[in-house]
Nanobody
Framework: QVQLVESGGGLVQAGGSLRLSCAAS????????MGWFRQVPGKEREFVAA????????YYADSVKGRFTISRDNAKNTVYLQMNSLKPEDTAVYYC??????????????????WGQGTQVTVSS
């Protein structure tokens, strides 16, 4: 069974930065695309960013494009989300996601096979 453990969330002022990490174990990490999603209470979980198996291709939601960067280190079985120029509307629980995509980086919610436990990101105005 795949285990995904996120870290790096917290409280930050608007305009600040945070870096989320997701450590994976339980299957061959480097074979599949990975993604980040987020959710606020009362709303559906939404896509944030995804990266293909090698790290050569990335995909972002329009709301974070140019501010967030997803990356991965297959030697460490870890995927990262660097979040810059944070806005209050970025406040959410952020979830790391494993997928069944061997090719490409467009991870949709229906492609997700496992979720992390989530990490809270709060951006104050």
């Amino acid at each position: 069974q795949v285990q995904l453990v996120e870290s790096g969330g917290g409280l930050v002022q608007a305009g600040g930065s945070l870096r989320l990490s997701c450590a994976a174990s339980g299957r061959t990490f480097s074979n599949y695309a990975m993604g980040w999603f987020r959710q606020v209470p009362g709303k559906e979980r939404e896509f944030v960013a995804a990266i293909n198996w090698s790290g050569s291709s990335t995909y972002y939601a329009d709301s974070v494009k140019g501010r967030f960067t997803i990356s991965r280190d297959n030697a460490k079985n870890t995927v990262y989300l660097q979040m810059n120029s944070l806005k209050p509307e970025d406040t959410a629980v952020y979830y790391c996601a494993d997928s069944n995509l061997r090719f490409g980086s467009r991870v949709g919610i229906n492609d997700v096979t496992d979720w992390g436990q989530g990490t809270q990101v709060t951006v104050s105005s």
